[in-house]
């Protein structure tokens, strides 16, 4: 059997390529152009915040936020130890320092308790990430927020469709910051999304984002600003994901079901946790081998790499690498997830019967038998036949 099942593969429909055709032969293939204003005022719509700000990516959406908050040199800002580089990043183009704290080891998203114990006098910010799909605990950090009056920025650039309490990500914190990149749930090829409800807090992004361009007297600049656009053809790709993006998550949602149960009974690894009052958006199927060293978890890694089977390791902790290490970052809890992680295929047009056979190789592998589940074979839409709907009595 030659397999090749690749991690992530977006879902492209004649929709999308209807939407962005249209953009092009429009004429309006830069910054401005129907389809940006659409994407922005559905997106703001489908968090339930006020405005949605399109960017270049979700990188210069967190730089943007930062920006537009005033956070910069002597600041510091509290982000997880365990996160996408960006989130750091984001916070050093400001010229604030990054403070990494430690997670929490259920949601694997920064750990209210470590927070408070790391505010100093010079803390200004606070950016939760929801770490694969799950959101933070929100109510803890701003009500940590509120107390010590700093702003509490999203990182969602991996819970597109998230919801805390029945509310939204990118509606949870004083702003969001998402991404659009091509492995996320949705995507524009390159592309991100700043959502908030200040008014002023925003204008300020959005004067910034476009070159900090006077807007009464064009080619007058009153600071450096930024070209951090999304084009007309960009966005009326994320539109038309957007308007799919019920099914995109219900299809993730069946697929994470279907590893499930598969993979739950294997006491030795955890998958994706899903905490009450909180609807993850299962980005990434992730497994954790429970017990194992980095160099354990390689092996297992490159046996499915052999078998056809794509996959990556989680992050590793911020407070390793050379430009954030500090010698003082203590997140053991991080640094064990981190070396146990794996990211599995999930990918909207991903097989039931590669499923089964992805997760009958990770039960071979670790010396057990697969529980048997009838394949279904599906036609569009796929999200009407998932293994949700099927009895999984056995
Ligand atoms: C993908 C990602 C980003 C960066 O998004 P880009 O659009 O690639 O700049 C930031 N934070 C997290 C947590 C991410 O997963």
Not at 214 to 225: A, C, E, L, T
Request: charged share 20%; with cysteine.
């Amino acid at each position: 059997m030659n397999k090749s099942i690749p991690i992530s593969q977006p879902s492209i429909t004649k929709l999308e390529v209807d939407y962005v055709t249209d953009a092009v032969t429009s004429g309006w293939v830069s910054s401005q152009g129907k389809y940006i204003q659409e994407f922005e005022e559905t997106f703001a719509q489908y968090c339930g915040v006020r405005y949605a700000l399109s960017t270049s990516s979700g990188t210069t959406a967190l730089h943007l936020a930062l920006l537009s908050y005033g956070i910069g040199a002597g600041d510091e800002v509290i982000v997880p130890d365990l996160t996408f580089v960006a989130t750091a990043n984001a916070v050093s183009y400001v010229g604030a320092k990054a403070i990494c704290v430690d997670i929490d080891r259920d949601t694997l998203c920064i750990d209210p308790y470590h927070v408070e114990r790391a505010i100093t006098p010079n803390t200004r910010a606070i950016i939760a990430v929801h770490m694969y799909g799950h959101p933070a605990d929100m109510d803890a950090l701003m009500a940590i927020a509120d107390e010590y009056d700093l702003i509490l920025i999203e990182d969602a650039a991996e819970a597109h469709g998230a919801k805390y309490k029945g509310r939204r990500t990118g509606s949870l914190g004083h702003c969001g910051a998402f991404s659009f990149y091509g492995n996320k749930l949705m995507t524009c090829g390159e592309g991100g999304m700043l959502t908030i409800n200040d008014k002023a807090v925003y204008q300020r992004a959005q004067h910034l984002r476009d070159h900090a361009m006077s807007p009464s007297k064009r080619y007058w600049h009153d600071q450096v600003g930024y070209n951090y656009r999304i084009t007309n053809l960009q966005a009326a790709l994320g539109l038309a994901q957007l308007q799919r993006i019920d099914h995109l998550l219900a299809r993730k949602r069946a697929i994470f079901e279907r590893y499930r149960y598969h993979l739950s009974q294997l006491s030795c690894i955890r998958l994706n946790f899903t905490d009450e009052n909180i609807e993850n958006s299962y980005w990434m199927v992730t497994i954790e081998l429970l017990g194992y060293t980095e160099q354990k978890r390689e092996q297992f890694m490159a046996f499915l790499k052999d078998k056809g089977i794509d996959n990556r390791p989680f992050f590793y902790p911020m407070s390793d690498m050379p430009m954030y290490a500090d010698g003082q970052t203590h997140t053991p809890i991080a640094h064990e997830v981190a070396a146990q992680g794996v990211n599995l295929p999930s990918y909207f047009d991903m097989l039931d019967e590669d499923i089964d056979y992805i997760c009958e190789v990770i039960v071979r592998y670790l010396g057990r038998s697969l529980r048997q589940l009838t394949t279904v074979s599906r036609t569009e839409p796929r999200v009407e036949k998932t293994v949700s709907s099927l009895s999984l009595a056995s």
